[in-house]
């Protein structure tokens, strides 16, 4: 059985993909406040970022391969790092860690 915390995740990334397209959730350090993002917004927001690169690299291979029904991608921010994850009903995998 999900974790009740991915199922209202996959829910809430369903319903912004069906009102803005293929994206990704953006968690900062595990608050509960995340937010739904679109691809040309993280690369037009780390274009003069000369070290953001792979981040984008990974980020926009996650977000045109995902399954938006099924999955959600998702960017966790934290201290320790940048997390790009694609979270299921069943478990997540991460994509790329970025320090």
Do not use: C, Q
């Amino acid at each position: 059985m999900p974790h009740p915390d991915r199922t209202e995740l996959l829910r809430r990334a369903r319903d912004a993909y069906r009102a803005h397209g293929r994206g990704f959730i953006v968690a900062h350090d595990g608050r509960e406040e995340r937010h739904y993002g679109l691809l040309e917004e993280l690369e037009e927001n780390l274009a003069e970022e000369s070290d953001a690169r792979g981040l984008l690299i990974v980020a926009r291979k996650a977000v045109e391969g995902y399954d938006p029904e099924r999955e959600a991608v998702l960017i966790d921010s934290r201290p320790e790092g940048i997390y790009v994850l694609i979270v299921g009903e069943t478990g997540s995998r991460t994509l790329g860690e970025f320090r």
